[in-house]
């Protein structure tokens, strides 16, 4: 195997390759004469330190490759633009929602039934507590006993509960 088809295999890595020795060397040439021209190009044109950029005779094109195709003014401008605007609202959602109807919301629903909870476990007057559960025992000895109300009244008119 000459030199340039064991450097192409190589590169290459373990895929076969289906050229003749003769078609490798031809392209090994061919790139060798590209890559000396363009050295040899790019001296010719640099070569007497020129006033001013002598590339700029492409027009658009020069302009384009020095501003590197706009790929980074467009990414700036999707990161200034359009990431930094969904941040924004973002930020208005979780302001609102979250910490405002969520976070703020179950800390004001908390209080407002403690203090409710509050009133009704310890009344506004004390003792009342005890009166809540006396009347809890009366209605529970009601269930368990099978007495509704309208036997209750019939027995209160017979005169059974005095």
């Not at 390759?17 to 044109?45: D, E, F, K, M």
């Not at 629903?109 to 009133?119: D, E, I, N, P, S």
Request: glycine share 12%; hydrophobic share 55%.
């Amino acid at each position: 195997i000459p030199w340039n088809a064991t450097v192409l295999t190589a590169l290459v890595g373990h895929a076969e390759l289906h050229l003749a020795p003769t078609a490798l060397q031809g392209l090994t040439v061919i790139s060798l004469l590209l890559a000396v021209g363009g050295v040899l190009w790019g001296y010719g044109i640099y070569r007497r330190a020129p006033a001013a950029e002598p590339l700029r005779r492409l027009g658009p094109l020069y302009t384009g490759m020095v501003n590197l195709w706009y790929v980074n003014a467009f990414f700036v401008w999707l990161a200034h633009r359009v990431v930094l605007a969904f941040g924004a609202l973002a930020a208005r959602f979780d302001k609102g929602v979250v910490d405002g109807g969520l976070v703020d919301g179950t800390a004001w629903l908390t209080g407002r039934l403690g203090q409710t909870f509050r009133k009704v476990s310890a009344g506004p007057l004390p003792g009342q507590l005890q009166y809540y559960a006396l009347a809890i025992f009366i209605i529970a000895a009601l269930v368990i006993l099978g007495l509704t109300a309208s036997d209750y009244l019939h027995l209160v008119r017979m005169g059974v509960t005095r």
